[in-house]
């Protein structure tokens, strides 16, 4: 502990005499175009309200029974686990985003205790932000053509690997089950997997056994629309509408060429799914 001298030869420490505790505090300092965020191992909540930032996660990892980290309607901010390639989660992780910036938030992404999250190549920054202007590509089946309109998604992990995660990842859309009725996970090189399975459980020991690895799953309501997922680049809903041809004589899925149009999520402005820069 820091401390200070006084005539009395006694030591004080600072937080003492000055009425100062530094358990739970966060640090943020601008570092070229980054704000970067220190917060304490004890810390409970971090707020993240600027563009381009990044949290530089403690090097014990949070120690508290779970850290919950509030992002804005902003673009561009990472969680640095600063661990290489590989990160075990010790306590979990809350991640709400805000598509509105208003005082409820529209994305919980909830990252389990003990998760090992890994990715070949990856630098450990763990991207935080939520996107309404993620397309979905449409899909066709025989003579169905699929396309997805009002998708929303949350841009986690990382842009240039895919993250692979040895429990599932929840993503609650609040209010969304009157909106959505498709999940998907888009990887980083664009490959979209539309997610429809119902999930045995909505709870996380239970699928940790069920669901197999590049698996996902969704529950629809009663209120809200739920996506569990064991990779990520991109984990978001979406509404599918679906037309069918009769001189149709197409098979299988698109190639990626059509997208479906977007549109607003449960709430805010539209945003793009740009890359971190100024690290």
């Not at 300092?29 to 381009?52: K, L, W």
């Not at 986690?156 to 089950?177: D, M």
């Amino acid at each position: 502990t820091d401390t200070i001298s006084v005539t009395s030869a006694k030591s004080v420490s600072l937080t003492e005499h000055l009425g100062l505790n530094l358990a739970g505090f966060s640090t943020s300092m601008r570092v070229g175009e980054t704000t970067v965020i220190t917060p304490t191992p004890d810390s409970a909540v971090v707020s993240v309200t600027t563009s381009n930032s990044k949290i530089e996660a403690p090097s014990t990892g949070f120690t508290g029974s779970s850290v919950t980290i509030n992002v804005g309607d902003i673009t561009d901010a990472v969680l640095d686990f600063n661990s290489g390639s590989t990160v075990t989660i010790t306590n979990p992780i809350i991640i709400n985003n805000n598509l509105n910036n208003d005082t409820t938030s529209d994305i919980e992404t909830t990252l389990y205790a003990n998760t090992q999250l890994s990715g070949t190549g990856w630098d450990s920054n763990f991207k935080i932000i939520s996107t309404d202007t993620v397309t979905v590509p449409t899909s066709t089946s025989g003579s169905t053509t699929t396309t997805y309109t009002n998708a929303v998604g949350v841009e986690l992990g990382s842009s240039s690997t895919t993250i692979n995660l040895s429990k599932p990842l929840r993503v609650e859309f609040n209010n969304g089950a009157s909106l959505y009725d498709i999940g998907f996970v888009k990887s980083f090189d664009g490959t979209t997997q539309i997610v429809t399975t119902t999930c045995a459980a909505d709870d996380v020991t239970t699928l940790s056994t069920t669901l197999a690895a590049g698996a996902a799953c969704i529950i629809d309501g009663p209120t809200d629309f739920v996506l569990w997922t064991t990779h990520l680049s991109v984990a978001g809903a979406a509404k599918s509408s679906s037309t069918s041809s009769a001189s149709s004589s197409s098979s299988g899925g698109t190639s990626g060429g059509g997208h479906g149009t977007t549109g607003a999520g449960p709430s805010g402005a539209s945003r793009g799914l740009g890359g971190f820069g100024g690290i």
